[in-house]
């Protein structure tokens, strides 16, 4: 929805698991490849993913703003988990709007009050 779109510009990743070399050579490294595969090169854009059989990762301009987007992150799957719960057939919004959600609020030319200075 469009709470979502305020925040991540796009679908919030899931990454897949590590494999077996990956988990018994240097793991915590082996994560962040996994997390930089699945998000490319615009991180702030996507402030948060799910590593499959281990959880949420968030981040942001500081540790401030990464446990915001945590939040922001758990908030946005209660609305979906509910949203599918009461309309398994819902979509979701279209890009169109989720582009002018997300640049409204982050683009260079934002408009939204909770732009950064």
Request: proline fraction near 3%.
């Amino acid at each position: 929805g469009t709470t979502h779109a305020d925040y991540f510009c796009g679908d919030v990743p899931c990454a897949r698991s590590l494999n077996g070399a990956e988990l018994r050579s240097n793991y915590e490294a082996n994560t962040g490849k996994v997390i930089l595969e699945k998000i490319g090169d615009e991180p702030l854009k996507i402030p948060g993913i799910l590593v499959k059989n281990h959880g949420v990762f968030t981040w942001g301009r500081d540790a401030e703003n990464s446990v915001f987007h945590a939040a922001v992150l758990e908030e946005i799957a209660k609305m979906n988990y509910l949203t599918l719960t009461l309309h398994p057939q819902a979509e979701g919004v279209s890009e169109e709007l989720l582009d002018v959600h997300y640049e409204r609020k982050h683009g260079k030319n934002a408009t939204y009050g909770q732009r950064k200075k």
